[in-house]
């Protein structure tokens, strides 16, 4: 280990001793590799399928070739992000059990990637979408575009590059810190090159991010500390709060707890950081496909008069909250981005783009029969116009602009055009699984080494390590209820400090400050990245 790159980075923290260092497994087995190889191979054949098949329910939208690129290499990259996240940020869910001896490191590494790929399939899409509405409006309606395309290339290849160097060093960095801060950049960087008429960070959605990210470590760090605290009063079982004696195993009921703490902490990885990518991989595909993206093809025909009204019953309310004029579809369009764009969200003027964008909206649906049969010359168009209103309604809710039964029938409307736009096909969300998975098993050993050992001076007990991974996986899974993204990272790395520091093991403060150094640095570092891509990438496209 002393020749790996990680010691680079923290020279100054010599670790355990060689001898208490557990056993990281050798080069692969070549039957590990044929199932990596295979199962990487079936996931890009069912990716393919998948996306024939949708395709083909939408008729058979053709694509030109130099679409039908770019196409593959932004889902190559979106996937690769994915890949990069699971050996970066799942290494902390596998330390704790390596580092007690409770499962050997190959197969911590293949059940941690299992649990993983679990996590993703049953994820709600809800973090997903929260990521994407930090994205620049223009460049979320026009995702097709030149500058479309620029904003998903360089906040995803912004994101790698950044992951890939944090990991290289042996740096625990968050991977969501990094994909917020890559989107900060290209908003910013949008911003700047199209004039003050265009939309950069909407700094309000982004204000509840940067709380969940800023807050999640302290979490982990006070609630792992407490956590350890208060088994020592309540759990009178010395075993527990024993470090590992040679490479002996820890008695079994141990274990099976130490194994289940990985297990939450890694399907709860998978159910949050999985969507990030997902969301990502949405925008590629309405971009270069709507019609078989734009609109969510899943609804089913019974919804149609439920949703159309919805659709009556908010229009009624924008009319009553404005002056009654009924601006075009297309004057309404124009006058709700812009609104979004300059974050001024009130008065008449808004109200009434919004009545008519829900009476067009409504009639459009009712016309074709269905969401799903909207003709493909208006689904770009309904697909615009139902972005905008649920984004300007979002806010407008989150500021009290109604009350009572207007507020009620105003967040139901929202609710019928998050039902209408987003999804996520069950191909997509397989495939990033699959990605995540994988990653989770290649080049775990560098975080690995960093979380175990150089954090506290003394070895991981099995009490610690439960202590850390409990706090980890519940406070992820709370956040996935809010539709948050946080850092598992952070979260799990902040745990096992808490934990050293509450057993009074000391912490290594020079490994501390390398960690602290990546996190405040991810910000400004992988906006600037990404800021600098998109301009590059601007003229590319």
């Known amino acids: 280990i002393r020749g790996d790159m990680s010691d680079y980075a923290l020279t100054a923290d010599r670790g355990l001793p060689s001898a208490a260092r557990p056993d990281m497994g050798g080069p692969p087995h070549m039957a590990a590799i044929i199932l990596f190889v295979g199962l990487m191979a079936g996931g890009v054949l069912y990716a393919v399928l998948g996306l024939d098949n949708d395709i083909t329910i939408a008729g058979g939208e053709p694509l030109a070739t130099g679409v039908f ?3 593959g290499i932004a889902l190559l990259i979106a996937l690769g992000f994915e890949f990069v996240n699971g050996f970066h940020d799942t290494a902390n869910a596998v330390a704790t059990v390596i580092y007690t001896h409770s499962l050997p490191a190959p197969i911590a590494v293949v059940w941690s990637g299992t649990f993983n790929l679990f996590g993703v399939l049953t994820s709600s899409g809800t973090v997903a979408f929260t ?4 994205l620049p409006v223009e460049l979320i309606l026009r995702v097709g575009s030149g500058a479309g395309l620029a904003m998903i290339f360089a906040l995803l290849i912004a994101a790698i590059i950044w992951n890939l160097g944090t990991w290289s060093l042996g740096l625990p960095a968050s991977s969501s810190h990094t994909l917020v ?7 910013l960087a949008n911003q700047l090159l199209a004039g003050s008429g265009a939309s950069g960070v909407d700094w309000n959605s982004a204000v509840g991010v940067f709380k969940a990210l800023l807050i999640s470590p302290f979490v982990g760090f006070f609630g792992s500390a407490l956590l350890l605290l208060a088994c020592k009063k309540l759990i009178p079982a010395p075993a527990l709060y024993d470090a590992p004696k040679g490479n002996a195993p820890p008695p079994l009921w141990i274990r099976g707890l130490l194994v289940l703490t990985c297990t939450g902490v890694s399907f709860a990885h998978g159910s949050n950081d999985g969507q990030k990518g997902m969301g990502l991989i949405m925008l590629i595909l309405i971009g270069t496909l709507p019609t078989a993206y734009a609109l969510n093809h899943t609804m089913p025909d019974s919804s149609t008069p439920a949703f159309v ?14 002056d009654k004029t009924t601006p075009s579809p297309q004057d309404a369009r124009a006058t709700v981005e812009k609104a979004l764009a300059q974050r001024t969200l009130g008065g008449p003027a808004v109200q009434n783009a919004l009545a008519t964008l829900a009476q067009d909206i409504g009639q459009q649906v009712q016309q074709s029969g269905a969401v799903k049969k909207v003709p493909a010359a208006l689904v770009q168009n309904v697909r615009n116009e139902m972005y905008l209103a649920g984004e300007a309604t979002k806010r407008l809710l989150a500021a009290d602009t109604y009350n009572g039964a207007d507020k009620a029938a105003v967040a139901s409307f929202r609710g019928s055009l998050d039902a209408g736009t987003r999804f996520i096909p069950l191909w997509v969300k397989v495939t990033v699984a699959i990605a995540l998975g994988l990653g989770t098993m290649v080049g775990w050993k560098r975080i690995v080494v960093t979380v175990g050992e150089r954090i506290g001076k003394t070895h991981l007990t099995y009490g610690q390590g439960a202590s850390a991974e409990l706090v980890a996986a519940a406070t992820i899974m709370a956040a996935d209820q809010f ?10 790395s902040s745990g096992v400090a808490g934990t050293m520091a509450a057993n009074g093991s000391g912490l290594q403060w020079g490994t501390l400050k390398a960690i602290g150094l990546a996190w405040v640095l991810t910000l400004p570092a992988a906006a600037a990245i990404s800021g600098v891509l998109f301009a590059g990438l601007r003229l590319v496209f």
């Not at 990521?131 to 930090?134: A, R």
């Not at 539709?483 to 799990?492: A, D, M, Q, R």
């Open 131 to 134: 990521v994407v509405s930090l």
């Open 181 to 187: 801060g890559s989107i900060i950049g290209v908003g």
């Open 483 to 492: 539709g948050l993204p946080v850092s598992t990272t952070h979260v799990l």
């Open 69 to 71: 690129v770019l196409l």
């Open 309 to 322: 009204q919805s659709m009556e019953r908010a229009h009624t309310v924008f009319l009553a909250h404005g």
